[in-house]
C-alpha cells in the first residue's frame, strides 16, 4: 500500500486525542503533527506521539508531508480550516457538526466536490455496534414500515458553560439542539431519509447561555405520514441515549452508548399479530468504544480505495438542514418545509 498516510490532528482537546490515538494506532497512518491554540496542550500530545507540535494550523496545512487532516476545533473554526485543508489538498475528517449552520456546510460540500478529496463528517454514532446492527435489520425489513421513531439524548451540563465556547452563539452555532441533536438528525435521516416538515420548541432552563438553549424539543413529519420525535438536554442530569423505532410489524430499541450512558443495548419486539406479548430479544454490548476506531478505519480506506463511507458531505448537509428547520421553526412558531436540493453533492 505504499508509506503510511501523514495525518495533522487539529484541535487536541478530547475529541482530538481520541482521533489522534485512532490514527496513530491504524496500520496505514500515522500522525505526523498536532495543533492546538494552547501551546501546551498541543505539545502534551505531541510528545506522546513523538511529533511535531504547533499553534499555527495555516502553517501545518503548507506541509507537502500532510496527507490528512482531522479537525476537531470548537464549531466556529469547522469550515474556515475544513475548506483551507481541502484547497491545500488534503483529506479531511471534520468533526460534527458540518460547521455552525446551513451555509457553512454547504460551502464545505462544495469545496470537497471541486478539490477531489475525501471529505468525512465525524457521525462516529453510526459506528457503534447497536446503531449498525439497527440499520441492518431496517434494511431487511425487520420490523415492517416504520411508523413513527422516539429519541432522546442528553447529559447534566455543567457550572459555567456559559464561560466555555459551547456556551458562545460565534463559536457554537447552536446549543444543545447542534451539540448532540445533530447526532440524532444524522441517524434519523440514515433510518428513515430526509422528512418533510419540521416543528420545534427551544428552552433556556437552567444555563444561563442565552440565546442558545439548553432543551430542544422537535417533531419531523414524513411525506408517508411517518413522524419522529426527539428531545436533546443538557439538563438530563442522568445521562442517558434513547432511540427508539416502532413499525408495523415490531420495533428496535438502541439503549446506551456505554460509559456514563449507560451499558449499550438493542432490544428487538417482534409484534404478536394475535394480540398480547411481543417476542423480545436483546443484545448487549459491553465492550470498549470501538467507534472511533472503526470510523477512522473507514476514512482510510475511503482515502485508499475510494471506497464508499458513512458521514459523507451530503450526510452533513442533510443533518443541518434539519437542525436549521427546527430552529427556524421555533423562530417563527410554525411548522417549516423542507427542501432538499442536494443532487448536486
Known amino acids: 500500500m505504499g508509506k503510511p498516510i501523514s495525518v495533522a490532528v487539529i484541535g487536541s482537546g478530547l475529541i482530538g486525542r481520541r482521533r489522534a490515538d485512532s490514527a496513530q494506532k491504524h496500520p496505514r497512518s500515522r500522525v505526523v503533527s498536532v495543533v492546538d491554540q494552547k501551546h501546551a496542550v498541543s505539545e502534551s500530545l505531541a510528545n506522546q506521539l513523538e511529533c511535531r507540535s504547533s499553534t499555527d494550523w495555516k502553517e501545518t496545512l503548507q506541509s507537502p508531508e500532510v496527507d490528512a487532516v482531522t479537525i476537531s476545533t470548537p464549531n466556529g473554526f469547522l469550515a474556515e480550516i475544513a475548506i483551507a485543508a481541502l484547497k ?120 444561563p447561555i442565552q440565546p442558545l438553549e439548553d432543551n430542544a424539543f422537535g417533531l419531523f413529519r414524513y411525506k408517508n405520514g411517518m413522524v419522529a420525535s426527539l428531545h436533546t438536554s443538557w439538563t438530563q442530569w442522568k445521562n442517558l441515549f434513547s432511540f427508539e423505532i416502532f413499525g408495523t410489524e415490531g420495533s428496535l430499541t438502541i439503549e446506551g452508548l456505554g460509559q456514563s450512558y449507560g451499558t449499550e443495548k438493542l432490544i428487538k419486539n417482534v409484534r404478536n399479530m394475535r394480540g398480547g406479548v411481543p417476542a423480545v430479544s436483546e443484545e448487549v454490548y459491553d465492550g470498549p468504544d470501538s467507534s472511533w476506531s472503526l470510523e477512522w478505519n473507514d476514512f482510510i480506506n475511503a482515502i485508499d480505495n475510494n471506497m464508499p463511507f458513512w458521514g459523507t458531505p451530503k450526510d452533513g448537509v442533510r443533518a443541518m438542514q434539519m437542525i436549521e428547520a427546527l430552529y427556524q421553526s421555533a423562530q417563527q412558531h410554525r411548522p417549516i418545509t423542507i427542501e432538499e436540493n442536494q443532487d448536486e453533492l
Open 88 to 207: 491545500s489538498g488534503k483529506h479531511v475528517l471534520v468533526e460534527k457538526p458540518m460547521g455552525r449552520n446551513l451555509k457553512e456546510a454547504q460551502e464545505m460540500a462544495a469545496v470537497a466536490k471541486s478539490s477531489g478529496k475525501i471529505l468525512k463528517i465525524g457521525f462516529n454514532h453510526r459506528y457503534h455496534p447497536a446503531i449498525a446492527k439497527t440499520k441492518h435489520l431496517l434494511s431487511e425489513g425487520a420490523i415492517g414500515k416504520i411508523i413513527n421513531i422516539r429519541a432522546r439524548y442528553g447529559h447534566g451540563g455543567r457550572p459555567g458553560y456559559e464561560k466555555e465556547w459551547r456556551g458562545n452563539p460565534q463559536l457554537a452555532g447552536g446549543g444543545e439542539l447542534t451539540d448532540q441533536g445533530v447526532h440524532i438528525v444524522d441517524l434519523l435521516q440514515w433510518f428513515a431519509g430526509m422528512p418533510d416538515e419540521a416543528f420545534a420548541f427551544l428552552q433556556t432552563a437552567v444555563w
